[in-house]
């Protein structure tokens, strides 16, 4: 699957088409952004029931600033488009991989965000 590019146009037509989303908030001048950039898209090709998708938070500020990102990176993990996980910082390709499986398995994950 692809990782989509979220704007403030597409945020919530996406988001509320997914039963799960993962979005990555980041910035293309932030060096740990680019480097986890790919763990995000190889595992995006593993999970097609999950929505990938990446919001860059200079191009979309507004959307930065209405999750409450206040570090790069970030992922948010969206339920039927309300946030119910957050994890600030590099993530390694397991410990991404555990998060998509909750979102997926987890019928307990409610809002906490």
Known sequence: MTVHTL???TF???TTAHD?????YGAS???????FAPVFESL???????????VD????????RA???KSI???????????VRRHSGVLAAAALADLAESALTDPTIRKSA
């Open 7 to 9: 704007t403030t146009d």
């Open 29 to 35: 001048w932030c060096g740990p952004c680019r480097a």
């Open 73 to 83: 990176p970030t992922v948010l993990l969206l339920r039927r488009g309300e946030a």
């Open 67 to 69: 999750a409450g990102i």
């Open 57 to 64: 938070i200079e191009a979309e500020p507004l959307l930065a």
């Open 20 to 24: 799960v989303a993962l979005i990555s």
């Open 44 to 54: 995006s090709e593993h999970y097609p029931a999950i929505l990938f998708a990446t």
């Open 12 to 14: 919530d037509t996406e």
